[in-house]
T-cell receptor, first 113, second 111 residues
Framework: LAKTTQPISMDSYEGQEVNITCSHN???????ITWYQQFPSQGPRFIIQ???TKVTNEVASLFIPADRKSSTLSLPRVSLSDTAVYYC??????????????FGTGTQLKVEL | NAGVTQTPKFRVLKTGQSMTLLCAQD?????MYWYRQDPGMGLRLIHY???????AKGEVPDGYNVSRLKKQNFLLGLESAAPSQTSVYFC??????????FGPGTRLTVL
């Protein structure tokens, strides 16, 4: 399983763009990169998933360089409600077996006024 | 749809007692997972299932057993609880390729 490294914590202010970078040097060819968000006392919630280049949805963008050894989650114009722990996961997605995702310690994002 | 539900939400056990945590999903998902999360840590996979009647070990399976007799239910059992099993337990389900849907968690304390 590919190991991921992300900053332990980040601070931001409302209205700013936040970029959280994740390092995954030993990512395998068929691994996908997935980001989850977790609020206190709740289960993680899916944010975005990608394989290469750029993926964008209504809440975030995911940038993946050509070598795929890192990825960056971009949150545009954060608000107080974006204060949470963000996990970067790397794992295989296939229908023939279990999806063994590995959660690291995540990045605690704190957004202030 | 209720999504993924977990029963109970909280439980306090004494060392050596047994209990079963129930996870239920109404999305007809094939895959189900049990994780534990200790304070300040990420989630660690205990056991998982790729379909009804199947189970497999995850990263930290010792001290736990699981069963998937029905597709919608995934049970996690502790036969003889230990203080080291004090944690928050999350269940998740998934269908094929895509995101995992997590339940609200069960907070377990073993005294």
């Amino acid at each position: 399983l590919a190991k991921t490294t992300q900053p332990i914590s980040m601070d931001s202010y409302e209205g700013q763009e936040v970029n959280i970078t994740c390092s995954h040097n030993n990512i395998a060819t068929n691994d996908y990169i997935t980001w989850y968000q977790q609020f206190p006392s709740q289960g993680p919630r899916f944010i975005i998933q990608g394989y290469k280049t750029k993926v964008t949805n209504e809440v975030a963008s995911l940038f993946i360089p050509a070598d795929r050894k890192s990825s960056t989650l971009s949150l545009p114009r954060v608000s107080l409600s974006d204060t949470a722990v963000y996990y970067c996961l790397v794992g295989k997605h296939f229908t023939g077996g279990g999806n063994k995702l590995t959660f690291g310690t995540g990045t605690q994002l704190k957004v202030e006024l | 749809n209720a999504g993924v539900t977990q029963t109970p939400k909280f439980r306090v056990l004494k060392t050596g007692q047994s209990m079963t945590l129930l996870c239920a999903q109404d999305m007809n998902h094939e895959y189900m997972y049990w994780y534990r999360q200790d304070p300040g840590m990420g989630l660690r996979l205990i056991h998982y299932s790729v379909g009804e009647g199947t189970t497999a070990k995850g990263e930290v399976p010792d001290g736990y057993n699981v069963s998937r007799l029905k597709k919608q239910n995934f049970l996690l059992g502790l036969e003889s609880a230990a203080p080291s099993q004090t944690s928050v337990y999350f269940c998740a389900s998934r269908e094929g390729v895509g995101e995992q849907f997590f339940g609200p968690g069960t907070r377990l304390t073993v005294l």
